[in-house]
């Protein structure tokens, strides 16, 4: 079964740092999604993306977030200065697409733990 | 907002069956998913209901659906410990990329 890749599985950084979480989502997907999951939490939505464009953002995504779909193959999440509290699970999402919740199923990937020192 | 509440945890032994129980509050949500965690693994979807059904088999899976009170269940016939995981309770509104909520989850041990 084709499935979302994200990558490193672990990344650990310094407070301020900028960090780059890569992912890439199933081939024909046309949706993606980040989600984020802090330690005993929720599983909390970040942002949409579909057609080069944010589709949705939650209030979480501060300017401090940013997204992109550099090529072809990639998605991905940008935190520019890096904050204590943005300690998490990172999950990274595609869909298909259209009506109906299988074209809308979410294909999750296996998630970047983010530990921010 | 939308909100969906899961209790945290949930024991059963092997062989009986397990319910994990969710409510949520969203009138709007069309569709309402179960998800499933495994260890350093990803979101496993392991089935779905829209709002207009009552119920919906699949195999070992039940879900039960009170549109009324907003609660959802999600029973486990003759578990196994394989089904040892973290299981989310979900729901969304339709619309082609509409976002999903989550519930906390509830961990479920299986103990043979």
């Known amino acids: 079964e084709p499935e979302v890749t994200q990558t490193p599985s672990h990344q650990v950084t310094q407070m301020g740092q900028e960090v780059i979480l890569r992912c890439v989502p199933i081939?024909?997907?046309?949706?993606f999604y980040w989600y984020r999951q802090i330690l005993g939490q929720k599983v909390e939505f970040l942002v949409s993306f579909y057609n080069n464009e944010i589709s949705e953002k939650s209030e979480i995504f501060d300017d401090q977030f940013s997204v992109e779909r550099p090529d072809g193959s990639n998605f991905t999440l940008k935190i520019r200065s890096t904050k204590l509290e943005d300690s998490a699970m990172y999950f990274c999402?595609?869909?298909?697409?259209?009506?109906?919740?299988?074209?809308?199923?979410?294909?999750f990937g296996s998630g970047t733990q983010l530990s921010v020192l | 907002g939308e909100d969906v509440e899961q209790s945290l945890f949930l024991s059963v032994r092997e062989g009986d069956s397990s319910v994990i129980n969710c409510t949520y509050t969203?009138?709007?949500?069309?569709?309402l998913y179960w998800y499933k965690q495994e260890p350093g693994a990803g979101l496993q979807l392991l089935t779905y209901i829209f709002s207009n059904m009552d119920m919906k088999q699949d195999q070992r899976l039940t879900v039960l659906l009170n549109k009324k009170d907003k609660h959802l269940s999600l029973r486990i016939a003759d578990t196994q410990t394989g089904d040892s995981a973290i299981y989310f309770c979900?729901?969304?509104?339709?619309?082609?990329?509409?976002?999903?909520?989550f519930g906390t989850g509830t961990k479920l041990q299986v103990i043979p």
């Open positions: 979900a729901e969304s509104r339709a619309g082609g990329y509409q976002k999903v909520t």
């Open positions: 969203d009138s709007s949500s069309t569709y």
């Open positions: 081939s024909n997907h046309l949706y």
């Open positions: 999402a595609s869909s298909e697409g259209g009506l109906g919740p299988f074209n809308e199923k979410l294909f």
